[in-house]
Each structure stands twice: as C-alpha cells, then as structure tokens.
C-alpha cells in the first residue's frame, strides 16, 4: 500500500484541490522530490509551499500516521529534514526528534481512481486491463513495446555475462550452455541447461572424434541410460557400455531421469533427439560461435539449424522402435525459436561486451526479420488489441505478460499507468 501511496506521491495523481495540513495550513506541491529506494525518508529535496511559505526538504509517506513513531522516526535525526508527512490516515501527529511537530496532510485520490486499480490488481483476466487497451494511445503501447523488447534482450544479455565470467571468457562454451538451455523449448530449459554444465566441452573435446561417445556422454550424463535395461537394441547397448566406462574414467555423477518432462509432450518433442542435435555440434570440435560470427543474414543463419541428424536418430524420436516418417532435427518454427532465444542475445552479448555495436544492431534486426511468434501470450494480446507483427514485438508481449501482468505491477507499465492517471484526472 505504501508503494501505491509513493507512485501517487511521484506522479502527482492525488486531488490538488483538498491538500491541507491536520491543522488547516493550504498545502502545493512545487516539486515531489527524487524517489529514495534506500533507507531514509522517501524523496528527497522536495519542495512544498505551505500557507504560502516555500520549504525545500524531504517527504515521508506511510498509510497511518502512527507508523511515524512505530518506524522510529521520531527517535531518528535522518528524518529531521521532513518537511511534510504524507498519510493514508491521520491517527496522530508527528515530530521531529527535538519536539518539533511536522505539517502533516492526508493522500486524497479520486475515487474513479482506486476503481480502477483495484480492477487492475484484482483482475481474473491474465492481462489485467485486456478490457480496456483499445483506450490506450497507440503511441504510448508502441514506445511501451519497444522498451519492453529491449529489457527481455537485456536481461538475456545479462545472463550471458554471468556465464561468460563463470566460463573465463570462453565464447564458445557460453554458446554451448545457451544453445543448450534453449533446445529444451521452454518445457526442459533448466534440464538442458544442467546437462551442460555437468558435461562442460573441455571434457568432450577430448572425445569430439567419436561421435557414439558424444553421445553416450551426453545421454549417459542426462540419466537417460539404464544398463540394467538395455534390451536389444545394439545403439543402446553401445551407449550404456560406452558411458559406464567413461563415467568409471572420469568419475561422472548422471542427472535423474526424473529432470526431464516427457508427459504430454509430442514425441519430436522429446529431448532424445535434441541431445542428438546438440552431439552432431559437437562431433569434430564445437565451433558454433565462430560460425554464428561469420554467418551473414537470416538464411546463413537457418543453414546452420538445419541439421539432418544420421544413423540411429535419423529415424527415433527416442530409445526402441523406429519412427516410419523421420524429420528434421528442428522445424523452422523451432529454428525461429533458436534464434530469437539464442542467437540474438549471443550477439547483443558479444556487442555490448567487445564493444562491436554492429552486432547489437545485429541482433534487433534478427529479431524484427523474424516472424512474431505463435502462442498463448501473443494470442492474448493480440485479442485485446496490440497486433505482433514480428518477433521483437513478440518478445515484448512475453516480457509483459510475465514481469508486469502475472506480478500485478500495473503501476509500474506504461499502459496501467495511462489507465490509472486518466482515472486521477477525473472529477467523479
């Protein structure tokens, strides 16, 4: 409650008109201050004009007026510079350390006002004012859009930072981990990631000739081998023993099978052939970094998703009997998904980090080449009025959907807070 009492407070949404102090004094607000997010009072160097005299100093809000004394305010020199105390309810007065008592004034905000935010934040609707979008300037969603696209890739870029300090530089292995993470396709993300942590490239460089310890590694590692089930299927056989003796070498602790998703999940799906995928990168040494670098345009880069896996996973979609109608390793959805989520971030990454703006430009115009991506969340908005036309504005939707609408932080986006300050305004 006292956020929403702060954003009022910053965003001047509380009634001009009926501001007064407890004790009758007119009250303006010349300016609200600077929002403090450490400890101290909330803003800093407002200035208020109180029965006509100016006073420059801080502001404190709380709901009750007596949180003022249970806070320890009272007690504390750091909130002697208050020069007006903003309530929800004025239960008492309050004073300053020496005794000295601080004008005090209640937040009055239209009612049309606390309507509407508790439509926002008590909606059943996924996206809280789906009803009421079509209000919203068009240009106040786009240059809303546009930020929100930029912070989704920002914080991918982040991600990628981490895992460049963890792996010491080391563009490739980041490629590897992120490429990883991204063939699980959002349902096995976590699971793919662990499988390639827990089996870095150092360790199967020194296998990269033989693919069949490729991939036993990587299936072994997976929990996805179970030599006392074998049967007779002589790939599977090869695998187990395979792996049984580079686990014993190594001293290799397998993932439970249990980590990986398979229920109701298509069986091109399932993340068999995805590891497939991820050994054929990985057979004659993992370079898929230097490849994406060099890779000029769109079709370059699907060429190198465009993988026709051989022998056995030509023809599984898992361990057992073969499937009658093989296909590619990835779909060309799937491969729009790879790059949206891989490559893209890898070179805002590398951009931002080596300094090479081309690749950052690189980046968004992949994402704005893109087709918008088809799925639940667009769907949504897409009702509601904000049309996905590529796939920046896709990952925008998504950032949205996930980080404002599902928290409720309506008064945090750009479309609640047109919503709720046209609320403000009104003189119901």
């Not at 004009?49 to 009272?74: P, S, Y």
């Not at 030599?227 to 792996?243: I, M, N, P, V």
């Not at 769109?298 to 056995?312: I, S």
């Not at 080449?369 to 904000?386: C, H, M, P, Q, W």
Request: charged share 25%.
């Amino acid at each position: 409650m006292e956020k929403l009492m702060q954003y009022i407070w910053q965003h001047r949404l509380y009634r001009n008109s009926d501001m007064v102090t407890n004790d009758g004094l007119k009250v303006r607000v010349i300016d609200p201050g600077l929002l403090n997010t450490d400890a101290g009072p909330d803003f800093f160097n407002a200035k208020i004009e109180i029965d006509g005299h100016l006073w420059a100093g801080n502001v404190e809000l709380h709901v009750r007026a007596t949180d003022w004394k249970r806070h320890g305010h009272d007690r504390d020199k750091a909130y002697d510079s208050v020069i007006l105390h903003v309530v929800g309810k004025d239960d008492a007065p309050v004073y300053r350390t020496s005794g000295e008592r601080i004008p005090q004034v209640v937040l009055e905000v239209s009612p049309l006002f606390n309507q509407s935010y508790d439509r926002l934040v008590n909606a059943r609707d996924e996206i809280p004012c789906a009803a009421s979008l079509r209000q919203v300037p068009h240009l106040t969603i786009t240059e809303w859009v546009e930020a929100l696209a930029f912070e989704r890739l920002h914080n991918k870029v982040e991600r990628i930072g981490q895992l460049l300090e963890l792996y010491h530089g080391s563009w490739e292995d980041v490629c590897y981990v992120t490429l990883a993470r991204n063939l699980g396709f959002g349902i096995n993300n976590e699971a793919f990631e662990r499988l390639a942590r827990r089996t870095p490239l150092r360790l199967l460089a020194k296998h990269s000739d033989s693919l069949l310890q490729v991939e036993a590694l990587l299936f072994g590692q997976a929990g996805l081998l179970d030599a006392a089930a074998q049967g007779t299927d002589s790939y599977y056989q090869h695998l187990c023993s395979e792996y049984a003796f580079l686990a014993n070498k190594f001293q290799l602790r397998p993932m439970e099978r249990e980590s990986w998703k398979l229920f109701r999940i298509r069986p091109q799906n399932f993340p068999y052939r995805r590891i497939a995928m991820l050994a054929h990168y990985i057979e004659g040494g993992f370079s898929l970094m230097s490849k994406l670098l060099e890779a000029d345009g769109e079709k370059a880069l699907r060429d190198l998703f465009t993988v026709e896996l051989t022998g056995y996973w030509a023809n599984h979609y898992s361990f057992g009997k073969p499937n009658a109608r093989p296909s590619r390793a990835l779909s060309d959805n799937s491969i729009d998904i790879v790059l949206i989520n891989t490559v893209s971030p890898l070179y805002c990454a590398c951009g931002e980090i080596t300094g090479e703006s081309r690749l950052a430009d690189k980046a968004i115009a992949l994402l704005e080449s893109l087709k918008s991506e088809r799925n639940a969340i667009v769907d949504k908005f897409t009702y509601a009025g904000i049309d996905s036309p590529d796939a920046l504005t896709s990952q925008a939707l998504i950032e949205l959907k996930r980080e404002y609408c599902e928290a409720r932080k309506c008064i945090y986006c750009k479309i609640g807070h047109y919503l709720l300050s046209e609320a403000a305004r009104s003189k119901t």
